[in-house]
């Protein structure tokens, strides 16, 4: 069985561009989470999907930053335009539904660098 | 709302001693306690996890880690490291019940030496 994957593995940009992040999660999982890690502090939560509908997402940064999953399937986080704090390595992790013990399975995350 | 704090951001150690890395919590609410590793270009990997029952948690890679409610500690050891076991640890909390976020600590990068 494939494991959550993220696409790109690393995203290189300019100030003010936009960047779209995607994340493949497993099949079947109806949970979907977005995490962020700057350089140097914590894994620090963003939002977090029950099929497509946004349950919690209470850790977005700005208005920036936003975050789809049509269809209940992948899902892509888009910032636009990114600033310079922006970067860092963003994780998917995804987990079954109804899942209570919330054992969440990991993607080997996007590192996006904004110059 | 949950804080999750490792004290050691990093530990040095030589293979085939014993090694024990820290973690206390703070919560309002009963949480779930993880231990999550990070090799070197890869994503997050569980080791283990503490939902209740048993204080003594025994993960993959012979590591184990023993929950004390009355410490707010979840930490994690190992009795004798080896050298594929360099990688960043990552304990994490969520609440008890329901699928919901991790709450993170800053994380401990292991490093094992000959």
């Known amino acids: 069985e494939a494991g959550v994957t993220q696409f790109p593995s690393h995203s290189v940009i300019e100030k003010g561009q936009t960047v779209t992040l995607r994340c493949d999660p497993i099949?079947?999982?109806?949970?979907l989470y977005w995490y962020r890690r700057v350089m140097g502090k914590e894994i620090k939560f963003l939002l977090h999907?029950?099929?497509?509908?946004?349950?919690?997402e209470s850790g977005m940064p700005n208005n920036r930053f936003l975050a789809e999953r049509t269809g209940g399937t992948y899902s892509t986080l888009k910032v636009q335009p990114a600033e310079l704090e922006d970067s860092g390595v963003y994780f998917c992790a995804s987990s079954q539904p109804g899942t209570v013990n919330n054992e969440q399975f990991f993607g080997p995350g996007t590192r996006l660098t904004v110059l | 709302a949950q804080s999750v704090t490792q004290l050691d951001s990093q530990v040095p150690v030589f293979e085939e001693a014993p090694v024990e890395l820290r973690c206390n919590y703070s919560?309002?609410?009963?949480?779930?306690l993880f231990w999550y590793v990070q090799y070197p270009n890869q994503g997050l990997q569980l080791l283990l996890k503490y939902l209740s029952g048993s204080t003594l948690v025994k993960g993959i890679n012979g590591f184990e880690a023993e929950f004390n409610k009355s410490q707010t500690s979840f930490h994690l050891r190992k009795p004798s490291v080896h050298i594929s076991d360099t990688a960043e640890y990552f304990c994490a909390v969520s609440p008890t019940g329901t699928a919901s976020k991790l709450t993170f600590g800053t994380g401990t990068r292991l490093q094992v030496t000959l």
């Open positions: 099949s079947g999982h109806d949970n």
């Open positions: 999907f029950v099929k497509e509908s946004k349950q919690d």
């Open positions: 919560s309002s609410v009963s949480v779930y």
